[in-house]
């Protein structure tokens, strides 16, 4: 059963993650969320991370992707989804370029797991260290 994904950091094309884990996947089209969300660079490697924070930030640019199982368990993987300091997995309201509206998963923290901020609030993730 395919999966909707929304990616706003290094799963997207032309970052460091994309080739590994997405590149097979179908895109489907740019989007945003529709609500505000947190995004910022955290810890030393400054990673890109959406925030469990809805109404701050602001709407959150990012690729929308069809996935099977197999790469939603990959992805899950490399997110750490299980680990206390992971990432969680939590559908949201995301617009596409067309302007249809669409429920897919998304990578976040909560704000209590997010305390080494290294930027302000941003509404597209585009770090050069991050480039592939």
């Known amino acids: 059963m395919p999966h909707l994904m929304f990616v706003y950091g290094t799963l997207k094309r032309g970052f460091r993650n994309h080739a590994d884990h997405l ?6 089209d740019i989007g945003t969320t529709c609500d505000a969300y947190p995004l910022v660079l955290h810890g030393e490697d400054f990673r890109p991370v959406l925030v469990e924070a809805r109404g701050q930030g602001y709407l959150v640019a990012g690729e ?14 490399l997110e750490r989804i299980n680990d206390h300091d992971g990432y ?8 596409d370029d067309q302007g249809q509206r669409h429920s897919a998963w998304v990578y976040m923290k909560p704000s209590a797991w997010v305390d080494d901020v290294r930027s302000e609030l941003m509404a597209t993730f585009d770090d050069e260290r991050h480039r592939a």
Do not use: G, H, K
């Open 23 to 28: 590149a097979d996947a179908e895109f489907v």
């Open 64 to 77: 929308l992707y069809r996935v099977d199982n197999q790469t939603l368990d990959a992805l899950d993987c």
């Open 88 to 95: 969680r997995r939590r559908r949201l309201a995301i617009t």
